[in-house]
């Protein structure tokens, strides 16, 4: 097996992997593409105008147009004639057409028509001012954790749509991802996109996708579901709030045996301030057993809006708080745990009242009070007040002071109870 990438952008671009043949005839279509002519402004296909070129790669080159019949700008994503002529190139972009045909999303770059021209395979496409996460993050560096749960929400949910119409996208990378002007997000690319009713004629055991974000089940050439794309957007959230990949490798044996066989690092040994909870959902979304992850993109993006980071306004509009002063869902007690220790300390407190009651009160009310002359009733009075000197107060003053002694010193105290304060407080 042999891997081949697309050098057009600093990322590599997509990766396929194949016998040698189908590997060298995409070597050569790839010559063809980078030695073709671009189109010059003014030139017209159909009724489209050419204005400027936008971009392009190993599945077609985009450019900006003018629809002369409905006046409106758009994008023609065209496969130069060359490319055309090898069936694989034009098999994918055909399945790309009728991928993303199925589609009508507001987080999904629309798919207005496709037509063949004398230059090539069109795609004409949704048209918007913006930049992709890629470049947001080469010319920003790390995106704050509010704003990457913003993007992913959005992002998400064009992907739950992909996923409900049975579409695997298969290469949710930064530079797919783009981000409008006016703060919206759009999904791009469908090129290497699987439809899951129907049959792939790509090579047995074939592997497509962006090796710096592949999963570890396209590597190894397995059936790949719906859960690919979580572990591919695990990747990318991972590199939009840290700055860096999990993975990257000198090659590309070492870079696949990494994304199967190694463990990845934490994002918060490059982001401390990352917030534990955001930390465990990007682990779990790029767990290798695809069974431990997400199992869906509805599931994972309930699970960022449930770390409390995102809060919605009247108006539709999102509003993420700072996300610093917020704690992790998963760390610290849990309210199940906080409940059963208030009714250990119910139980604690239960138990003390009951021993004192047990060992003060009740032999108090239990025993008979035993009966007194006033002689011995003054005696008690005397031996129990406390020896203080005070000044000597008049007669009368005297015997209601004593009277008062009585009163609270009706049980004689045996000496060397520790436990009369007590006896005396509850008596009271």
Partial sequence: MLAKFNQTDKLPGTLVITDFAERRARELAREETSNHDSLEPG?????????????????????????????????????????CQQVEYIHRFRAEAQAHARLNHPNIITLYSSFESIAG???????????????????????????????????????????????????????NIFLTQDGQVKLIDFGVAKIMDQPERSAHRTMVGTLLYISPEQINGYTTDFRSDVYTLGVTLFET???????????????MHAHVQERPPRPTEFQRRLPQGLEWTIMKAIEKDPSRRFQSASEFRRTLLKLGLVERRGNGKEKAPDLVKQKAPATGPTSRRLLAGLCVDTALIASVIGLVYTLGVYPLKASAPVAQTPASKTATAVAAAPKVKTPIAPAAKRETTSKKIMVASNTPEKSGDKYGSLRRAWSD
Avoid: C, N, W
């Fill in 241 to 255: 709030v840290t700055g860096r990949l999990p993975f990257e490798r000198r090659s590309d044996y070492a870079l």
């Fill in 43 to 83: 030139t017209k296909l159909d009724r489209y105008l050419i204005i400027e070129k936008l971009g392009g790669g190993g599945m077609g080159i985009v450019y900006k147009a003018q629809d002369t019949q409905l006046q409106r700008t758009v994008a023609l994503k065209i496969l130069p004639s060359p490319l």
């Fill in 121 to 175: 395979a069109v795609l004409v496409m949704e048209y918007v001012e913006g930049q992709t996460l890629e470049q947001r993050i080469k010319r920003s560096g790390t995106i704050s954790s509010a704003e990457a749960i913003r993007i992913f929400d959005m992002a998400l949910r064009g992907v739950e749509h992909i996923h409900a119409r049975g579409i695997v996208h298969r290469d949710l990378k930064p530079g």
